[in-house]
């Protein structure tokens, strides 16, 4: 590893290689749609305001995302941005500029929309 130099952008993809395989293992027997869930609140933990979630809170599909991320737009997008990364999709973010949280109103809205370009990716 001389003279290699380790990037964020290594990192990221490491921690969601990782991510990815785990993920797989653990919703393997119920299938694509528990994934998608899994990964969602995943990332909705790591960038959600903090003084409006717990870690040991349980998040349903029914989540409002405007008060998890305390109506904080860059929050939401990082996680939107991540969560892309993760499924592969390519996404331009400024479809959903100023509208996240209208266009995105509960975990289980940005969960459907995942499914349904996770499948449009397959080819379903």
Do not use: H, P
């Amino acid at each position: 590893m001389a003279g290699k130099v380790l990037t964020m952008g290594n990192l990221i993809d490491f921690d969601q290689k990782k991510t990815k395989k785990r993920m797989k293992q653990i919703a393997e027997s119920k299938g694509i749609v528990y994934e998608i869930y899994l990964i969602v609140v995943k990332y909705v933990y790591k960038y959600a305001d903090k003084e409006r979630i717990d870690a040991s809170d349980f998040l349903t599909t029914e989540a409002d995302l405007l008060s998890l991320f305390a109506g904080d737009r860059a929050k939401f997008r990082d996680a939107f941005e991540e969560i892309m990364s993760y499924w592969d999709i390519a996404e331009q973010q400024e479809a959903i500029r100023g509208q996240e949280f209208q266009r995105f109103r509960t975990i289980g809205d940005l969960c459907f929309y995942i499914e349904e370009r996770v499948n449009r990716q397959q080819g379903l």
